[in-house]
């Protein structure tokens, strides 16, 4: 059996307006209950309620393409900020226009790394102590997550393009950086500051 | 893959809850939006989000609240986002023309309901909506809808009463006619 709630004080909460036991009550939330009943004839449920739309299950796969879209996403912008990283690197550099072009544009996916446009492997030209593409060795380094790298890093899916483009970048700059007699530290650092912000737009649903 | 079966138990689960709730949810996103369009689309959108919550979901016994509970961040935010003003202060929109070949005494009779009813929701406020419309169409208890619109119990039931006290004054010439 509900209760009415207390004219003065509040209302026990199993009160419940419209309840046909309560609407001829003696008190005043008899008329509350004969609001309730008339506002919620007004409301005809059946009308608000006709034929809810039909709904199923997204399919898989456009879970999937949502993912693909937002790794796809977040592959242009890695690759986008580690180019940038690089150009940057090979400014301070002094490397040839040529050079910063080619690693500016993100490399087209059909391109490994060892198939890269001659310009990347031509001794650079005009440029204080020459420069080398990466050697293959170099190249086949796998990234390692830092020390104290959390487990975000390692919950990535590594699309193998992906990685060798990182990986080519990553060892550009490593290499461009031997002429700046860089700290290898610092060098890990940017890297892995740069792999950060990646994370971050990744996680960010860029 | 192993979580398959866990996917699979989860999108019989979600089925279920639109047959067993799809017509209440439906109904308070009617209400709340006074607007079937907008009611059809939140309603694809809030088992969207429960299908995509699917692996977060813990089964408390009350589907209802937890699918209302997303219905009505829903539909308040829309009706933020879509307006500078507060839902309260927003105009009911008049209920939509649902069938042509209705007779005119009963399209007259309909559009005085839609008068009274818009005349009614538009003297609530927000929260009283809510309130009102959370208990009428979702049947929680007092305690539930408290914990959905995130305020103490006893300001749960004001807003119950002051809703339906004002409702009752703006119906009662309606009554007294009656």
């Given amino acids: ?206 | 893959m192993t979580g398959l079966p866990e996917d699979q138990r989860a999108d019989e689960r979600i089925r279920q809850w639109v047959e067993t709730h799809g017509k209440a949810l439906r109904g308070y996103l009617w209400a709340i939006t006074g607007s079937h369009h907008d009611a059809d689309e939140l309603f694809q959108e809030v088992f969207h989000r429960a299908w995509r919550n699917r692996n977060q979901y813990t089964e408390q016994g009350r589907p209802l609240a937890y699918l209302l509970r997303i219905a009505d961040r829903l539909a308040i935010d829309r009706s933020r986002k879509h307006s500078a003003q507060t839902m309260g202060e927003q105009p009911w929109r008049a209920l939509e023309p649902r069938d042509d070949g209705e007779p005119p005494w009963e399209k007259l009779e309909r559009q005085e309901s839609a008068r009274q009813l818009e005349v009614a929701m538009n003297e609530l406020t927000e929260i009283q909506r809510r309130v009102l419309l959370l208990k009428y169409y979702g049947d929680l208890t007092f305690a539930e809808i408290a914990e959905l619109i995130d305020c103490p119990l006893n300001t749960a039931l004001s807003h119950a009463r002051r809703g339906l006290q004002r409702l009752r004054s703006n119906l009662a010439p309606t009554q007294d006619s009656t």
């Fill in chain 1, 1 to 206: 059996m509900k209760t009415h709630p207390s004219p003065t004080g509040s209302a026990p909460s199993d009160w419940f307006p419209g309840d046909p036991s309560d609407q001829f009550g003696q008190n005043e939330f008899a008329e509350l209950d004969a609001a309730w009943l008339h506002w919620t004839e007004l409301l005809d449920k059946a009308e608000g309620a006709a034929v809810p739309p039909p709904w199923r299950p997204p399919h898989r796969s456009h879970d999937a393409a949502i993912a693909g879209s937002r790794r796809e996403n977040w592959r242009v912008f890695a690759l986008r900020a580690l180019s940038a990283a690089a150009a940057t690197v090979l400014l301070a550099a002094g490397v040839s226009w040529s050079h910063r072009a080619a690693i500016s544009n993100p490399l087209p996916a059909s391109i490994a790394v060892n198939q890269q446009p001659s310009a990347n492997r031509e001794t650079t030209s005009g440029m204080d102590g020459g420069f080398e593409p990466p050697s293959l060795a170099a190249r086949d380094a796998p990234l390692t997550p830092p020390v104290g790298s959390t487990s975000d890093a390692e919950d990535l899916t590594w699309d193998s393009t992906v990685d060798t483009r990182l990986n080519y970048v990553h060892h550009l700059l490593r290499t461009i950086d031997r002429k700046l007699e860089p700290d290898e530290v610092m060098l890990e650092r940017a890297s892995w500051a740069v792999y950060a912000l990646a994370l971050e737009a990744q996680q960010s649903g860029l």
